[in-house]
């Protein structure tokens, strides 16, 4: 069965800082991998996924994601926060058979200080 | 840009009452899905449908639930008898057919159900 671990319901950095978000996901064939954002009472906005074509995958608002098959992860990075980015993340990892479902993680929470 | 609408954006209800969710996926779409979101969890799978059969579903997904396709745009989901622990956004997706675009669904701003 294919799932999704989020490593950290809050994460909080300073204005300008790096923002690592950390995601691992078991999946026993090629999977395909997403990462959504929310902001607070609204939808799910797709930042960025990953299909199998390059390993490092570049997104709206100056986010990125590298997958590394040897370590099962899909870490979501921006080299330099802003306070718009404060906002709650999903990793989610697409069922591959009949139904093809999105299976999300739990969740990050992202707090951005002044 | 083609999109996913829903309808209403709220909806209160009393409990027991039956409501009815609905959603217009993207035009040429012909996987359809509901999610639900309790407020502060995270977003979990109900149902996925396609050619006027439910594909797959979850526990969550019991017989006070149902789908329905009524006619070429809509996507309805119908909550017979409401109960507090309903209370929940619902995001209607859709997908397409063939190809990587089976895997990237499509989702609507979503329904925040109130059950009173």
């Known amino acids: 069965a294919q799932s999704v671990t989020q490593l950290g319901s809050h994460v909080s950095v300073s204005e300008g800082a790096l923002v690592l978000l950390r995601c691992n996901y078991s999946?026993?064939?090629?999977?395909?991998l997403f990462w959504y954002v929310q902001y607070p009472n609204q939808g799910l906005q797709l930042l960025l996924k990953?299909?199998?074509?390059?390993?490092l995958v570049k997104g709206i608002n100056g986010f990125e994601a590298e997958f590394k098959k040897s370590e099962t992860s899909f870490h979501l990075t921006k080299p330099s926060a802003h306070m718009s980015d404060a906002a709650e993340y999903f990793c989610?990892?697409?069922?591959?058979?009949?139904?093809?479902?999105?299976?999300f993680g739990a969740g990050t929470r992202l707090f951005v200080k002044a | 840009e083609p999109e996913v609408t829903q309808t209403p954006s709220h909806q209160v209800t009393q409990m027991g009452q039956e409501v009815i969710l609905r959603c217009v996926p993207i035009?040429?779409?012909?996987?359809f899905y509901w999610y639900r979101q309790i407020l502060g969890q995270k977003v979990e799978f109900l149902v996925s449908?396609?050619?006027?059969?439910?594909?797959?579903k979850s526990e969550i997904f019991d017989d006070q639930f149902s789908v329905e396709r009524p006619d070429g745009s809509n996507f309805t989901l119908k909550i017979r008898s409401t109960k507090l622990e309903d209370s929940a956004m619902y995001f209607c997706?859709?997908?397409?057919?063939?190809?990587?675009?089976?895997?990237?669904?499509?989702f609507g701003p979503g329904t925040r159900l109130t059950v009173l």
């Open positions: 997706a859709s997908s397409t057919t063939y190809g990587q675009g089976l895997y990237e669904q499509f």
């Open positions: 999946s026993s064939v090629p999977p395909y």
């Open positions: 990953y299909t199998s074509a390059a390993t």
């Open positions: 989610a990892v697409s069922k591959n058979t009949g139904g093809f479902k999105t299976i």
């Open positions: 035009s040429n779409h012909l996987y």
């Open positions: 449908f396609y050619n006027n059969e439910i594909s797959e």
